[in-house]
């Protein structure tokens, strides 16, 4: 059975890090390529950030870009949230995701239905 399991959240101060792991089980890992994203109080869910399966593309929306990157380790089945510079407005649930369907050198995925497995959810709370 096709598992992700995210780990790592917590409660920080603002200016803080944290990273987020998410553990893959049940799929063949280095052919997904991967996604987090988060969903804040009374927010819709979205993306931040997401990385092809070969060649370590890697994509961010400039909510993040140049605090958060996205790594993947594929010989431990998992793949990396740093986050850096954490803002109250970072406060989420965070989640990983996996897409099958992106194949390609580089391929990464940026819309959500796209994605075929889900975890469960960790929460990141930033305090001011």
């Known amino acids: 059975q096709e598992q992700l399991v995210e780990s ?20 063949t890992f280095s052919g997904y ?3 987090w994203f988060r969903r804040a109080p009374g927010k819709e869910r979205e993306l931040v950030a997401a990385i092809s399966w070969r060649g370590g593309i890697t994509y961010y929306p400039d909510s993040v870009k140049g605090r958060f990157t996205i790594s993947r380790d594929n010989a431990k089945n998992t793949v990396y949230l ?12 965070y989640y990983c995701a996996a897409d099958m369907d992106c194949l390609g050198y580089g391929c990464y995925e940026v819309r959500q239905y796209e994605y ?4 469960q959810g960790t929460q990141v709370t930033v305090s001011s």
């Open 116 to 119: 075929d497995y889900w975890g």
């Open 8 to 27: 790592g959240g917590g409660l920080v101060q603002a200016g803080g890090s944290l990273r987020l792991s998410c553990t893959a089980s049940g799929l």
């Open 82 to 93: 740093q986050m850096n510079s954490l803002k109250p407005e970072d406060t989420a649930v």
């Open 33 to 35: 390529a991967m996604g």
